[in-house]
């Protein structure tokens, strides 16, 4: 028995299935049998193209601290129709076994995926860590990457605008927690995606991209509200 295994057992007489195991598209899970416990869907970022191996060991721990079951996401890389397809497969699954109770957290790619989910009332509400709510106009990888980015995810410049957050509407609440110093999502992009909607939050914070490496409590935080806000709308 993997030390791993055992870890995820004691976190909360749960059963965890491990990250290779699962296909594209679904969403391993800390399970539990309640129905009324929040069930939250994690999403990991890495510009649509890559994995991030950190996300799940940030994550997991404030999310079962804050009394969520979490459930992560795997999507295909490098198909970015595939990847919101993947999001709203599983945001579906989740919210037929658990109607009105499930929530996602996503950052950076992953933060547009779970913008995408509120936006769509998928789910009940979401944070988005640095999300890129305007991927047509998202200057960055063209240069970081290269310019043929969008070929690389498969999209082209209409299918970035339709996929853009900020071009969409907003049907749950959103909170964008942005890097006041960000160099790879400019807080410009998200203090406009949050200025046109209501639903949508901006909580401005002190570092850049990856600030919540550095400050593990953006993430309990952040969770916080999402457990504020669900609080707020169960009957």
């Known amino acids: ?65 804050a009394g969520f079951v979490p459930h992560y996401l795997h999507y295909p890389l490098g198909d970015l129709p595939g990847a919101v397809a993947a999001a709203r497969r599983a945001a579906r699954a989740l919210g037929a076994r658990y109607p009105g109770r499930v929530y996602a957290y996503g950052s950076s790619a992953g933060g547009t995926l779970a913008a995408l989910l509120a936006g769509d009332g998928m789910v009940a509400a979401a944070v988005a860590k640095a999300p890129v709510s305007d991927l047509l106009d998202w200057q960055w990888p063209q240069t970081a990457i290269g310019p043929d980015y969008a070929e690389r995810i498969g999209a082209d410049s209409a299918m970035l605008r339709r996929l853009s957050p900020l071009r969409r509407p907003a049907r749950k609440p959103l909170l964008v927690v942005q890097g006041r110093d960000d160099r790879i999502v400019p807080p410009a992009m998200n203090e406009a995606f949050a200025a046109k909607f209501q639903r949508v939050h901006l909580w401005a914070v002190p570092g850049g991209h990856w600030t919540e490496r550095l400050r593990p409590r953006v993430i309990s935080r952040s969770f916080g509200w999402l457990r504020r806000v669900g609080a707020a709308l169960l009957p």
């Open 1 to 65: 028995m993997s030390l791993r295994f055992i870890a995820c057992a004691l976190a909360a007489g749960l059963l965890c299935w491990g990250a290779l195991a699962a296909p594209a598209g679904a969403a391993h899970s800390v399970d539990r049998a309640e129905s009324t416990v929040p069930q939250l869907l994690l999403i990991h970022g890495g510009s649509f193209l890559y994995n991030d191996p950190d996300f799940e060991a940030l994550t997991r721990g404030p999310a079962l601290e």
